[in-house]
């Protein structure tokens, strides 16, 4: 039997990375797809680097999508790539827009174009949900976003499932709720405060500055996660799926967690700071994966406590390195 074949659309991002490294152990042949830029940042995909097949295009680039998958002939397509990081979408709502929504739609484009029997995954998020209509949310729940983010996400969803719906493709959203794991970006809270925490410990600051205490959310392992999108594109037929822990936890617990870690106390550390907090702050965002667990046999394996203080020790690690590296650059 052939190997299968695989095109990852963001797989230098923290699920990519994940994603990648899982269908490698699965035996896929992996094509990562990569934007040329001036700076292209491997870190998180570097210790797999030459077993991937990397190729240069955008999702603001029909044709690019298509060459690719008439070059590679990819079986599956995960739809990671986005603009995701939600305050930037503020920012810059129209590239937001252009990416994270109509980037979906030429994606599709190109499958509809080149071989519509490739089945496609395409990344929903939880902020979709917004100012929620019901806790917990299901694959039933209204959206209502509450960001270009949000919004973006909603298209695209909406998107797949019009393309499923009109041309018989094999397209799959999963909603994931929000996912962290040691190669979290520094902007996201939950990197922000474990990176800080480790820079607290080792006496290279003594603060950490932070937005709403009170904003809960539904935090799992991104190393899970992946499970999820591939397990959707193995069933007899394409459906949208919620994926979460099914658990809440506010930013307060978060930094509880990751301060008891290493023998602090977050009271002795963390200020409020009103540039963090958002225009519209979305309030309760917690999953009901009940229909994951049923139909695709998922469940996290990573506890909330045990992420957390997985990223603290990551921290650590990575600033005790660059702590020596300096020294010896000294």
């Not at 301060?259 to 917690?286: K, T």
Request: aromatic share 10%; hydrophobic share 40%.
């Amino acid at each position: 039997m052939a190997k299968r074949r695989a095109l990852i659309t963001g797989i230098t991002g923290q699920d990519g990375s994940y994603l990648a490294e899982f269908l490698l152990e699965k035996g896929y042949d992996v094509i990562g797809l990569v934007r040329r830029t001036s700076t292209v940042t491997f870190t998180r995909i570097h210790h797999i680097q030459d077993k991937l097949i990397l190729v240069s295009g955008d999702l603001l680039d029909q044709g690019s999508l298509i060459a690719t998958l008439r070059d590679h002939r990819p079986h599956e397509i995960y739809n990671l790539a986005a603009q995701s990081f939600v305050p930037a979408s503020w920012q810059q709502p129209v590239f937001t827009g252009e990416v994270t929504a109509l980037g979906v739609t030429r994606v599709l484009e190109a499958i509809r174009t080149v071989d519509p029997n490739i089945r496609f995954y395409q990344a929903s998020s939880s902020e979709m949900f917004g100012k929620v209509r019901e806790v917990p949310q299901r694959e039933t729940t209204p959206f209502y976003p509450r960001s270009p983010y949000g919004v973006a996400k909603v298209y695209g969803h909406w998107v797949t499932v019009n393309y499923r719906e009109s041309y018989d493709l094999f397209a799959c959203s999963g909603i994931l709720f929000n996912h962290e794991s040691p190669r979290r970006g520094l902007e996201f809270v939950t990197r922000k405060v474990t990176y800080q925490i480790a820079k607290i410990k080792l006496g290279m600051a003594d603060k950490l500055a932070l937005g709403n205490l009170d904003s809960k959310r539904d935090w799992g392992f991104a190393g899970d996660y992946v499970r999820a999108m591939w397990l959707m594109l193995q069933q007899d037929d394409p459906d949208d799926y919620v994926v979460g822990t099914g658990e809440t936890h506010a930013v307060q617990e978060l930094c509880e967690v990751a301060f008891a870690h290493v023998g602090l106390n977050w009271r002795d550390y963390v200020v409020q700071d009103p540039r963090f907090m958002r225009p519209a702050e979305v309030d309760l965002l917690v999953s009901d994966p009940s229909k994951a667990k049923a139909k695709l046999g998922w469940e996290p394996n990573v506890t909330f406590k045990s992420l957390i203080e997985m990223m603290v020790d990551a921290d650590l690690e990575l600033l005790k390195t660059e702590k020596e590296v300096g020294n010896h650059d000294a």
